[in-house]
């Protein structure tokens, strides 16, 4: 957690995983998936040959944390970890981290020929899963992966997670003097108005939801506003109810600022797709044997956030996401339960064990 490691600035970070996973016995890499984003690392790849007639298991959490995450100094708090109070803990995701690092040396340690293991730590999950969207997938046999990184408790295992669109929009209008030719200008901000007026925020559905958060224009009082920006986001479980009401959304900006003789252009971009994973899959078995051999009843949940399995699942890569116990993530109030961890490690080496089939 000491060690600085905000997106797009794990090189450090990923040394010493990398160095954490040589020496547990793993052939690590780093691919160049840093170099195609403007970060300085790139992701960690270890592997771990096992048993040939058992298939290989993927194991992954994220190096990055959000800001403030710079100068963490983690305090072990009672039964818990906190941070100083001016940062966050990064327990999203070193919990993850740990948790996997900790299950390959308790795996290991029981002397038993293990199936084939590849890790995968990213970088940049947290702006935009850049480091799973760049990952160098030549370099992954699993076909099934477990993703350590929800801030559920341990036990929560999530089989569902939105198609994530985004929206950008630039609305021009036409500039007058607000006072002495009015009639002249074509106000961006009244058609923007209108816009988002006509736009359903917040919950639309039980698996759909929908914001505009950002906004800005104008310059001046006197000046009838020429151009106005606006950023939304819809999520919904369901693909193509998110891409119909993205399309839909973007349709009647169009027309209502034709109306006024302004022009809009909207960009749509889908941020990440969903997923839905059966109960019977063979990587939520897996999850929910390795539970029980750890002493837990698995709890399946769907989210409405996004993270790196909604990439890997796009890459024809079977993943879920499993709960590691931080509490608060993303403030500077974020802690992690010493009790979690250390069962987010068991988690991690019975996952392992049970890939062996016993
Ligand atoms: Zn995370």
Same mark, same amino acid.
């Given at each position: 957690m000491r060690i600085d490691a905000e997106s797009g600035e794990e090189a450090e970070l990923a040394q010493v995983v990398a160095g954490k996973l040589k020496s547990l016995g793993l052939a690590v890499t780093q691919d160049d998936a840093g170099a195609k984003f403007g970060g300085n690392a790139g992701n960690v790849i270890g592997r771990l040959p096992g048993r040939v007639d058992l298939e290989p298991i993927l194991l992954s959490a994220h190096l990055d944390r959000v $800001? $403030?995450?710079? *100068?963490i100094k983690p305090v072990v708090e009672g039964d818990r970890i906190v941070s *100083? *109070?001016? !940062?966050?803990? /990064?327990a999203d995701d070193l919990s993850g981290v740990v948790a996997i690092l900790a299950g390959i040396r308790m795996a290991r340690a029981t002397k038993k020929e293990l199936p084939p293991l590849e890790v995968v730590f990213t970088v940049s999950e947290e702006k935009g899963l850049k480091g799973a969207k760049y990952l +160098?997938? #030549?370099q992954i046999e699993a076909k099934r992966g477990f993703v350590f +990184? #929800? #801030? #559920? $408790?341990?036990g929560v295992v999530i089989l569902q997670s939105p198609t994530h669109v985004s929206m950008d929009v630039i609305i021009t209008g036409k500039a007058a003097h607000a006072a002495t030719n009015p009639g002249d200008g074509i106000s961006a901000i009244k058609v923007a108005a209108e816009t988002i007026r006509g736009f359903s925020f917040g919950r639309? +559905?039980?698996?759909t939801t929908a914001n505009i958060g950002v906004i800005s224009g104008g310059v /001046? !009082?006197?000046?009838? /506003?020429e151009q106005v920006s606006f950023k939304g986001e819809i999520r919904s479980l369901d693909r193509d109810r998110a891409l119909s009401l993205a399309k839909d959304c973007a349709e009647r900006i169009d027309q209502t600022a034709s109306r006024y003789g302004a022009l809009a252009e909207v960009s749509t971009t889908v941020d990440y797709y969903g997923y839905t994973i059966s109960r019977d899959a063979h990587v939520v078995k897996l999850a929910e044997k390795a539970l029980s051999m750890s002493g837990k009843d698995a709890v399946y949940r769907s989210t409405m956030g996004g993270s790196d399995a909604n990439v890997f699942n796009s890459m024809g890569l079977e993943s879920i996401v499993l709960g590691m116990g931080a509490k608060d993530v993303h403030s500077t109030a974020e802690s992690l339960p010493i009790s979690e961890l250390v069962a987010a490690g068991k988690l991690a080496r019975c996952i392992i064990l049970a890939g062996l089939g016993e």
């Open positions: $800001p $403030p995450g710079k *100068g *100083g *109070g001016d !940062t966050v803990l /990064a +160098d997938y #030549s +990184d #929800s #801030s #559920s $408790p341990v639309i +559905d039980d698996q /001046a !009082t006197n000046i009838v /506003a």
